[in-house]
Antibody, heavy 124, light 108 residues
Framework: QVQLVQSGAEVKKPGASVKVSCKAS????????ISWVRQAPGQGLEWMGW????????NYAQKLQGRVTMTTDTSTSTAYMELRSLRSDDTAVYYC?????????????????WGRGTLVTVSS | EIVLTQSPGTLSLSPGERATLSCRAS???????LAWYQQKPGQAPRLLIY???SRATGIPDRFSGSGSGTDFTLTISRLEPEDFAVYYC?????????FGPGTKVDIK
């Protein structure tokens, strides 16, 4: 069935990096972009950025520029999100979500399919 | 960026009652590009409504959305036990897309 399957929970120390994966199935991976959204404990939803599964173009939230990198592997229909220089306030559940039809260029859209989330805990 | 405000913060109702949730934008949302999501504890958000009033696939017709410009509403006509959750609005009329802080619908 149509789904996004994310990698498991991670515990990291401040200053470290984390890389979360998101494997798509049930649809043509390169036909839709992938966005990443995070949710700190007890808080709301924050859009982190987008990657085109079609051509690899990216667009990141301004506050994360320089710390986040999103990539894809079309051979395995998998998207990745790497966050560097982790801080305690990066502790959150990280979701991948299917974005709009992929033209290779960024446009804001809604998210019709979500992964189950990956808890990243940053603690010394 | 567009800031979304949701009210009330918490709505305490009984099963069978009608729920009316509000989402207000700091500036007009172009093309009524507003979506609503439901989130239950420990679960990912689920898309309910897009384009302000279009139901997503598989969403029961007790959920309806309305509004335009800066004021939008999600209505649940008769609350079922499974509807008690947190509801978020999201605008995608301009980048970056932004979410409201959520409205929790809990059992009275």
């Amino acid at each position: 069935q149509v789904q996004l399957v994310q990698s498991g929970a991670e515990v990291k120390k401040p200053g470290a990096s984390v890389k979360v994966s998101c494997k798509a199935s049930g649809y043509t991976f390169t036909s839709y972009g992938i966005s990443w959204v995070r949710q700190a404990p007890g808080q709301g939803l924050e859009w982190m950025g987008w990657i085109s599964a079609y051509n690899g173009n990216t667009n990141y939230a301004q506050k994360l520029q320089g710390r986040v990198t999103m990539t894809t592997d079309t051979s395995t229909s998998t998207a990745y999100m790497e966050l560097r220089s982790l801080r305690s306030d990066d502790t959150a559940v990280y979701y991948c979500a299917r974005d709009g039809e992929d033209t290779g260029y960024r446009y804001a859209w809604y998210f019709d399919l979500w992964g189950r989330g990956t808890l990243v805990t940053v603690s010394s | 960026e567009i800031v979304l405000t949701q009210s009330p913060g918490t709505l305490s109702l009984s099963p069978g009652e009608r729920a009316t949730l509000s989402c207000r934008a700091s500036q007009s949302v172009s093309s009524s590009y507003l979506a609503w999501y439901q989130q239950k504890p420990g679960q990912a958000p689920r898309l309910l409504i897009y384009g302000a009033s279009s139901r997503a696939t598989g969403i029961p017709d007790r959920f309806s959305g309305s509004g335009s410009g800066t004021d939008f509403t999600l209505t649940i006509s008769r609350l079922e036990p499974e509807d008690f959750a947190v509801y978020y609005c999201q605008q995608y009329g301009s980048s970056p897309e932004t979410f409201g802080p959520g409205t929790k619908v809990d059992i009275k």
